[in-house]
């Protein structure tokens, strides 16, 4: 591995023989990079496999702390070897310097990937479907918030252009769009030099809201990774600009949240979709069935935090019920129109506050249960049928996490150790933030109790 990482790296700095820094990136459970900046011959470093980072980095909390209750077990934090992911290292256009990125993901002391690294959850899931000989092709598309730097209660960002602000739902409006248009060419030219295929820069139906598109891809690693540099190349972007892009869940109280959509096809041994075949739709009901039981458990991955949870309003078109159908975008899991070869669902329900990689393996093991099963998901809603909202997922973080705790499907394709482990870190999370005060309880308790 060693020597191609060498070959990569004398490549690059053929191309790129100006690079004085280097960010390297860990990929971690809450869909964020954390790393180091080094010098750029660091990368000799890496190519030794000298290169180390706490054991605990991958799953820190959001904030970045260690929780609460794993100190017992990780509490010393001791170092884990990092080895570069295979063709991430990519320039950084954004940078105020020449700078370089490689990503890299963690391993234990046998050198065998760690269990809490979300790329090795996936990658378990993903050996599920090989077994069955199957291969998920994979989109992602992002929903995120422009603000003005500096102000912690949300401000939208003004048009760079010095038109006035649209008001209210702008969605798919191109004036809107125009008035970003510097903005959105330099994410998408970003997005080219690291090798990001995005294939749409939307107006969303937000004010200062936009959605990033991916094209679909028949490596679900690749699909999560390339999700969660695309979310650094944006957000680098706008800060370069002075210009915070969220992904935050539902940032403000009066205006639509911002999702993370995925888009997902199977493909057999002869490289066909499934889904299109004879007895595709039966495949593809049994997959859906799959989907829908493990989705209240699942939530706890599509809604990682407090804030998640303000995302689910039924009336600004966030998934809240277990559902399915054609063409119908208030529903959970979404059939859109397309050909026969393209027959897929959309899985509507995550945040863009969750981790790309554990959003997609939870939707496959969801999957992989359904087609072992043959589960039926019952009977579909038409493209504008209303939904029935009797039975919602869970609408609270904390319920979430008991869901998760009391379930016995997911466990067998993430891993009982890990999901054990996203317990803990996030139910340190959830007392945490519980515990805090806020402005509203006095206002709505102080003067009257």
């Keep these: 591995m060693s020597e191609a990482f060498r070959s990569e790296v004398e490549e690059f700095m053929r191309v790129n023989p100006e690079t004085e820094k280097l960010d390297v990136i860990l990929a971690d459970m809450n ?19 000298n290169f180390y980072m706490p054991i605990t980095t991958p799953f820190l909390t959001t904030n970045g702390a260690n929780a609460e209750k794993i100190l017992d077990d990780f509490g010393s934090d001791p170092d884990r070897r990092c080895y570069p992911v295979a063709g991430s290292l990519k320039p950084v256009p954004w940078a105020s310097r020449p700078t370089a ?44 918030f422009l603000f003005k730097a500096g102000s912690e209660t949300p401000e939208v960002v003004d048009p760079m252009n010095g038109m006035p602000r649209g008001a209210d739902a702008n969605c798919y409006n191109l004036d809107v769009y125009a008035d970003f248009e510097p903005l959105m060419t330099e994410i998408e030219q970003a997005a080219m030099a690291q090798g ?57 109280p009066d205006e ?30 049994d997959a859906l069935g799959g989907l829908l039981e493990t989705m209240p458990a699942a939530t706890a991955f599509f809604a990682p935090n407090a804030n998640s949870y303000r995302r ?3 009336e600004w078109f ?38 790309p990689h554990l959003v997609v393996a939870a939707v496959l093991a969801g999957v992989c249960h359904g ?26 973080w904390k319920m979430a996490l008991e869901v998760l705790k009391k379930d ?7 891993g009982e150790e890990f999901v054990d482990l996203y317990l803990r870190v996030r139910e340190s999370e959830e007392e945490e933030f519980h515990c805090k005060y806020y402005a509203a309880d006095h206002t709505q308790y102080l003067r009257i109790l």
Aim: with cysteine; glycine share 8%.
């Design 371 to 396: 087609l072992k099963n043959e589960l039926d998901p019952g009977k579909p809603l038409g493209e504008f049928d209303l939904v029935d909202f009797d039975e919602v997922l869970p609408p609270r």
């Design 31 to 49: 869909g964020i990079f954390r790393g180091k900046q080094l010098p750029a011959k660091s990368l000799d470093k890496l190519a030794d496999g």
């Design 256 to 285: 639509v949240g911002s999702g993370l959509h995925a888009h997902v096809s199977l493909l057999n041994n002869d490289g066909l979709n499934v889904f299109a075949q004879d007895d595709g739709e039966k495949t593809l009901r």
């Design 101 to 144: 990125q490689i990503q890299v993901d963690m391993v234990d002391k046998d050198d065998a990937p760690i269990f809490a690294s979300p790329r090795t959850v996936l990658s378990r899931v993903l050996s599920e479907l090989r077994e069955l000989g199957l291969t998920p092709v994979v989109a992602i598309e992002y929903e995120f």
């Design 318 to 355: 966030a998934p809240v019920v277990r559902n399915w159908g054609e063409n119908n975008r208030r529903l959970s899991l979404r059939l859109p129109m397309a050909d026969a070869a393209n027959r897929r669902f959309e899985h509507r329900v995550s945040g863009a506050d969750a981790s």
């Design 312 to 314: 689910f309003d039924e």
């Design 408 to 414: 016995t499907v997911l466990g067998r394709y993430l």
């Design 196 to 252: 990001l295929d995005v294939t749409g820069l939307i107006s969303e139906y937000g004010n200062g809201q936009f959605e990033a598109n991916l094209g679909h891809v028949a490596d679900a690693m690749k699909a999560c990774d390339d999700a969660l540099l695309l979310k650094r190349v944006v957000r680098g972007v706008a800060h370069k600009h002075d210009l915070l892009a969220s992904f935050m869940a539902k940032p403000m």
